[in-house]
């Protein structure tokens, strides 16, 4: 099986009693997530925080962000290709 590559992203919307959020990764794709998803075991995150996922097929044949963990401010994005 082959490795699924991290993307790269900001959390833009959760709702904490529901424990639902969507998260947009740097090629401006939405994806939802589930509190569970979150790898630190808080299940909570704010929106605006910058993360790195991968994407898997959900439990409803849609596509959805996975192993959330959020980037530490020291923790730098790798740069995109030049404009």
Known sequence: MASVPPRFGEIVAFEEHRGLGTVRDAEGRQLEFHCT???????TIDV???VVFVV???SLGRWEARGIVKLAD???RPAG???
């Open 74 to 76: 020291r923790v730098t």
């Open 48 to 50: 605006g925080a910058e």
């Open 56 to 58: 898997a097929a959900g």
């Open 37 to 43: 998803q979150i790898a630190d075991g808080s299940r």
């Open 81 to 83: 290709p030049a404009e």
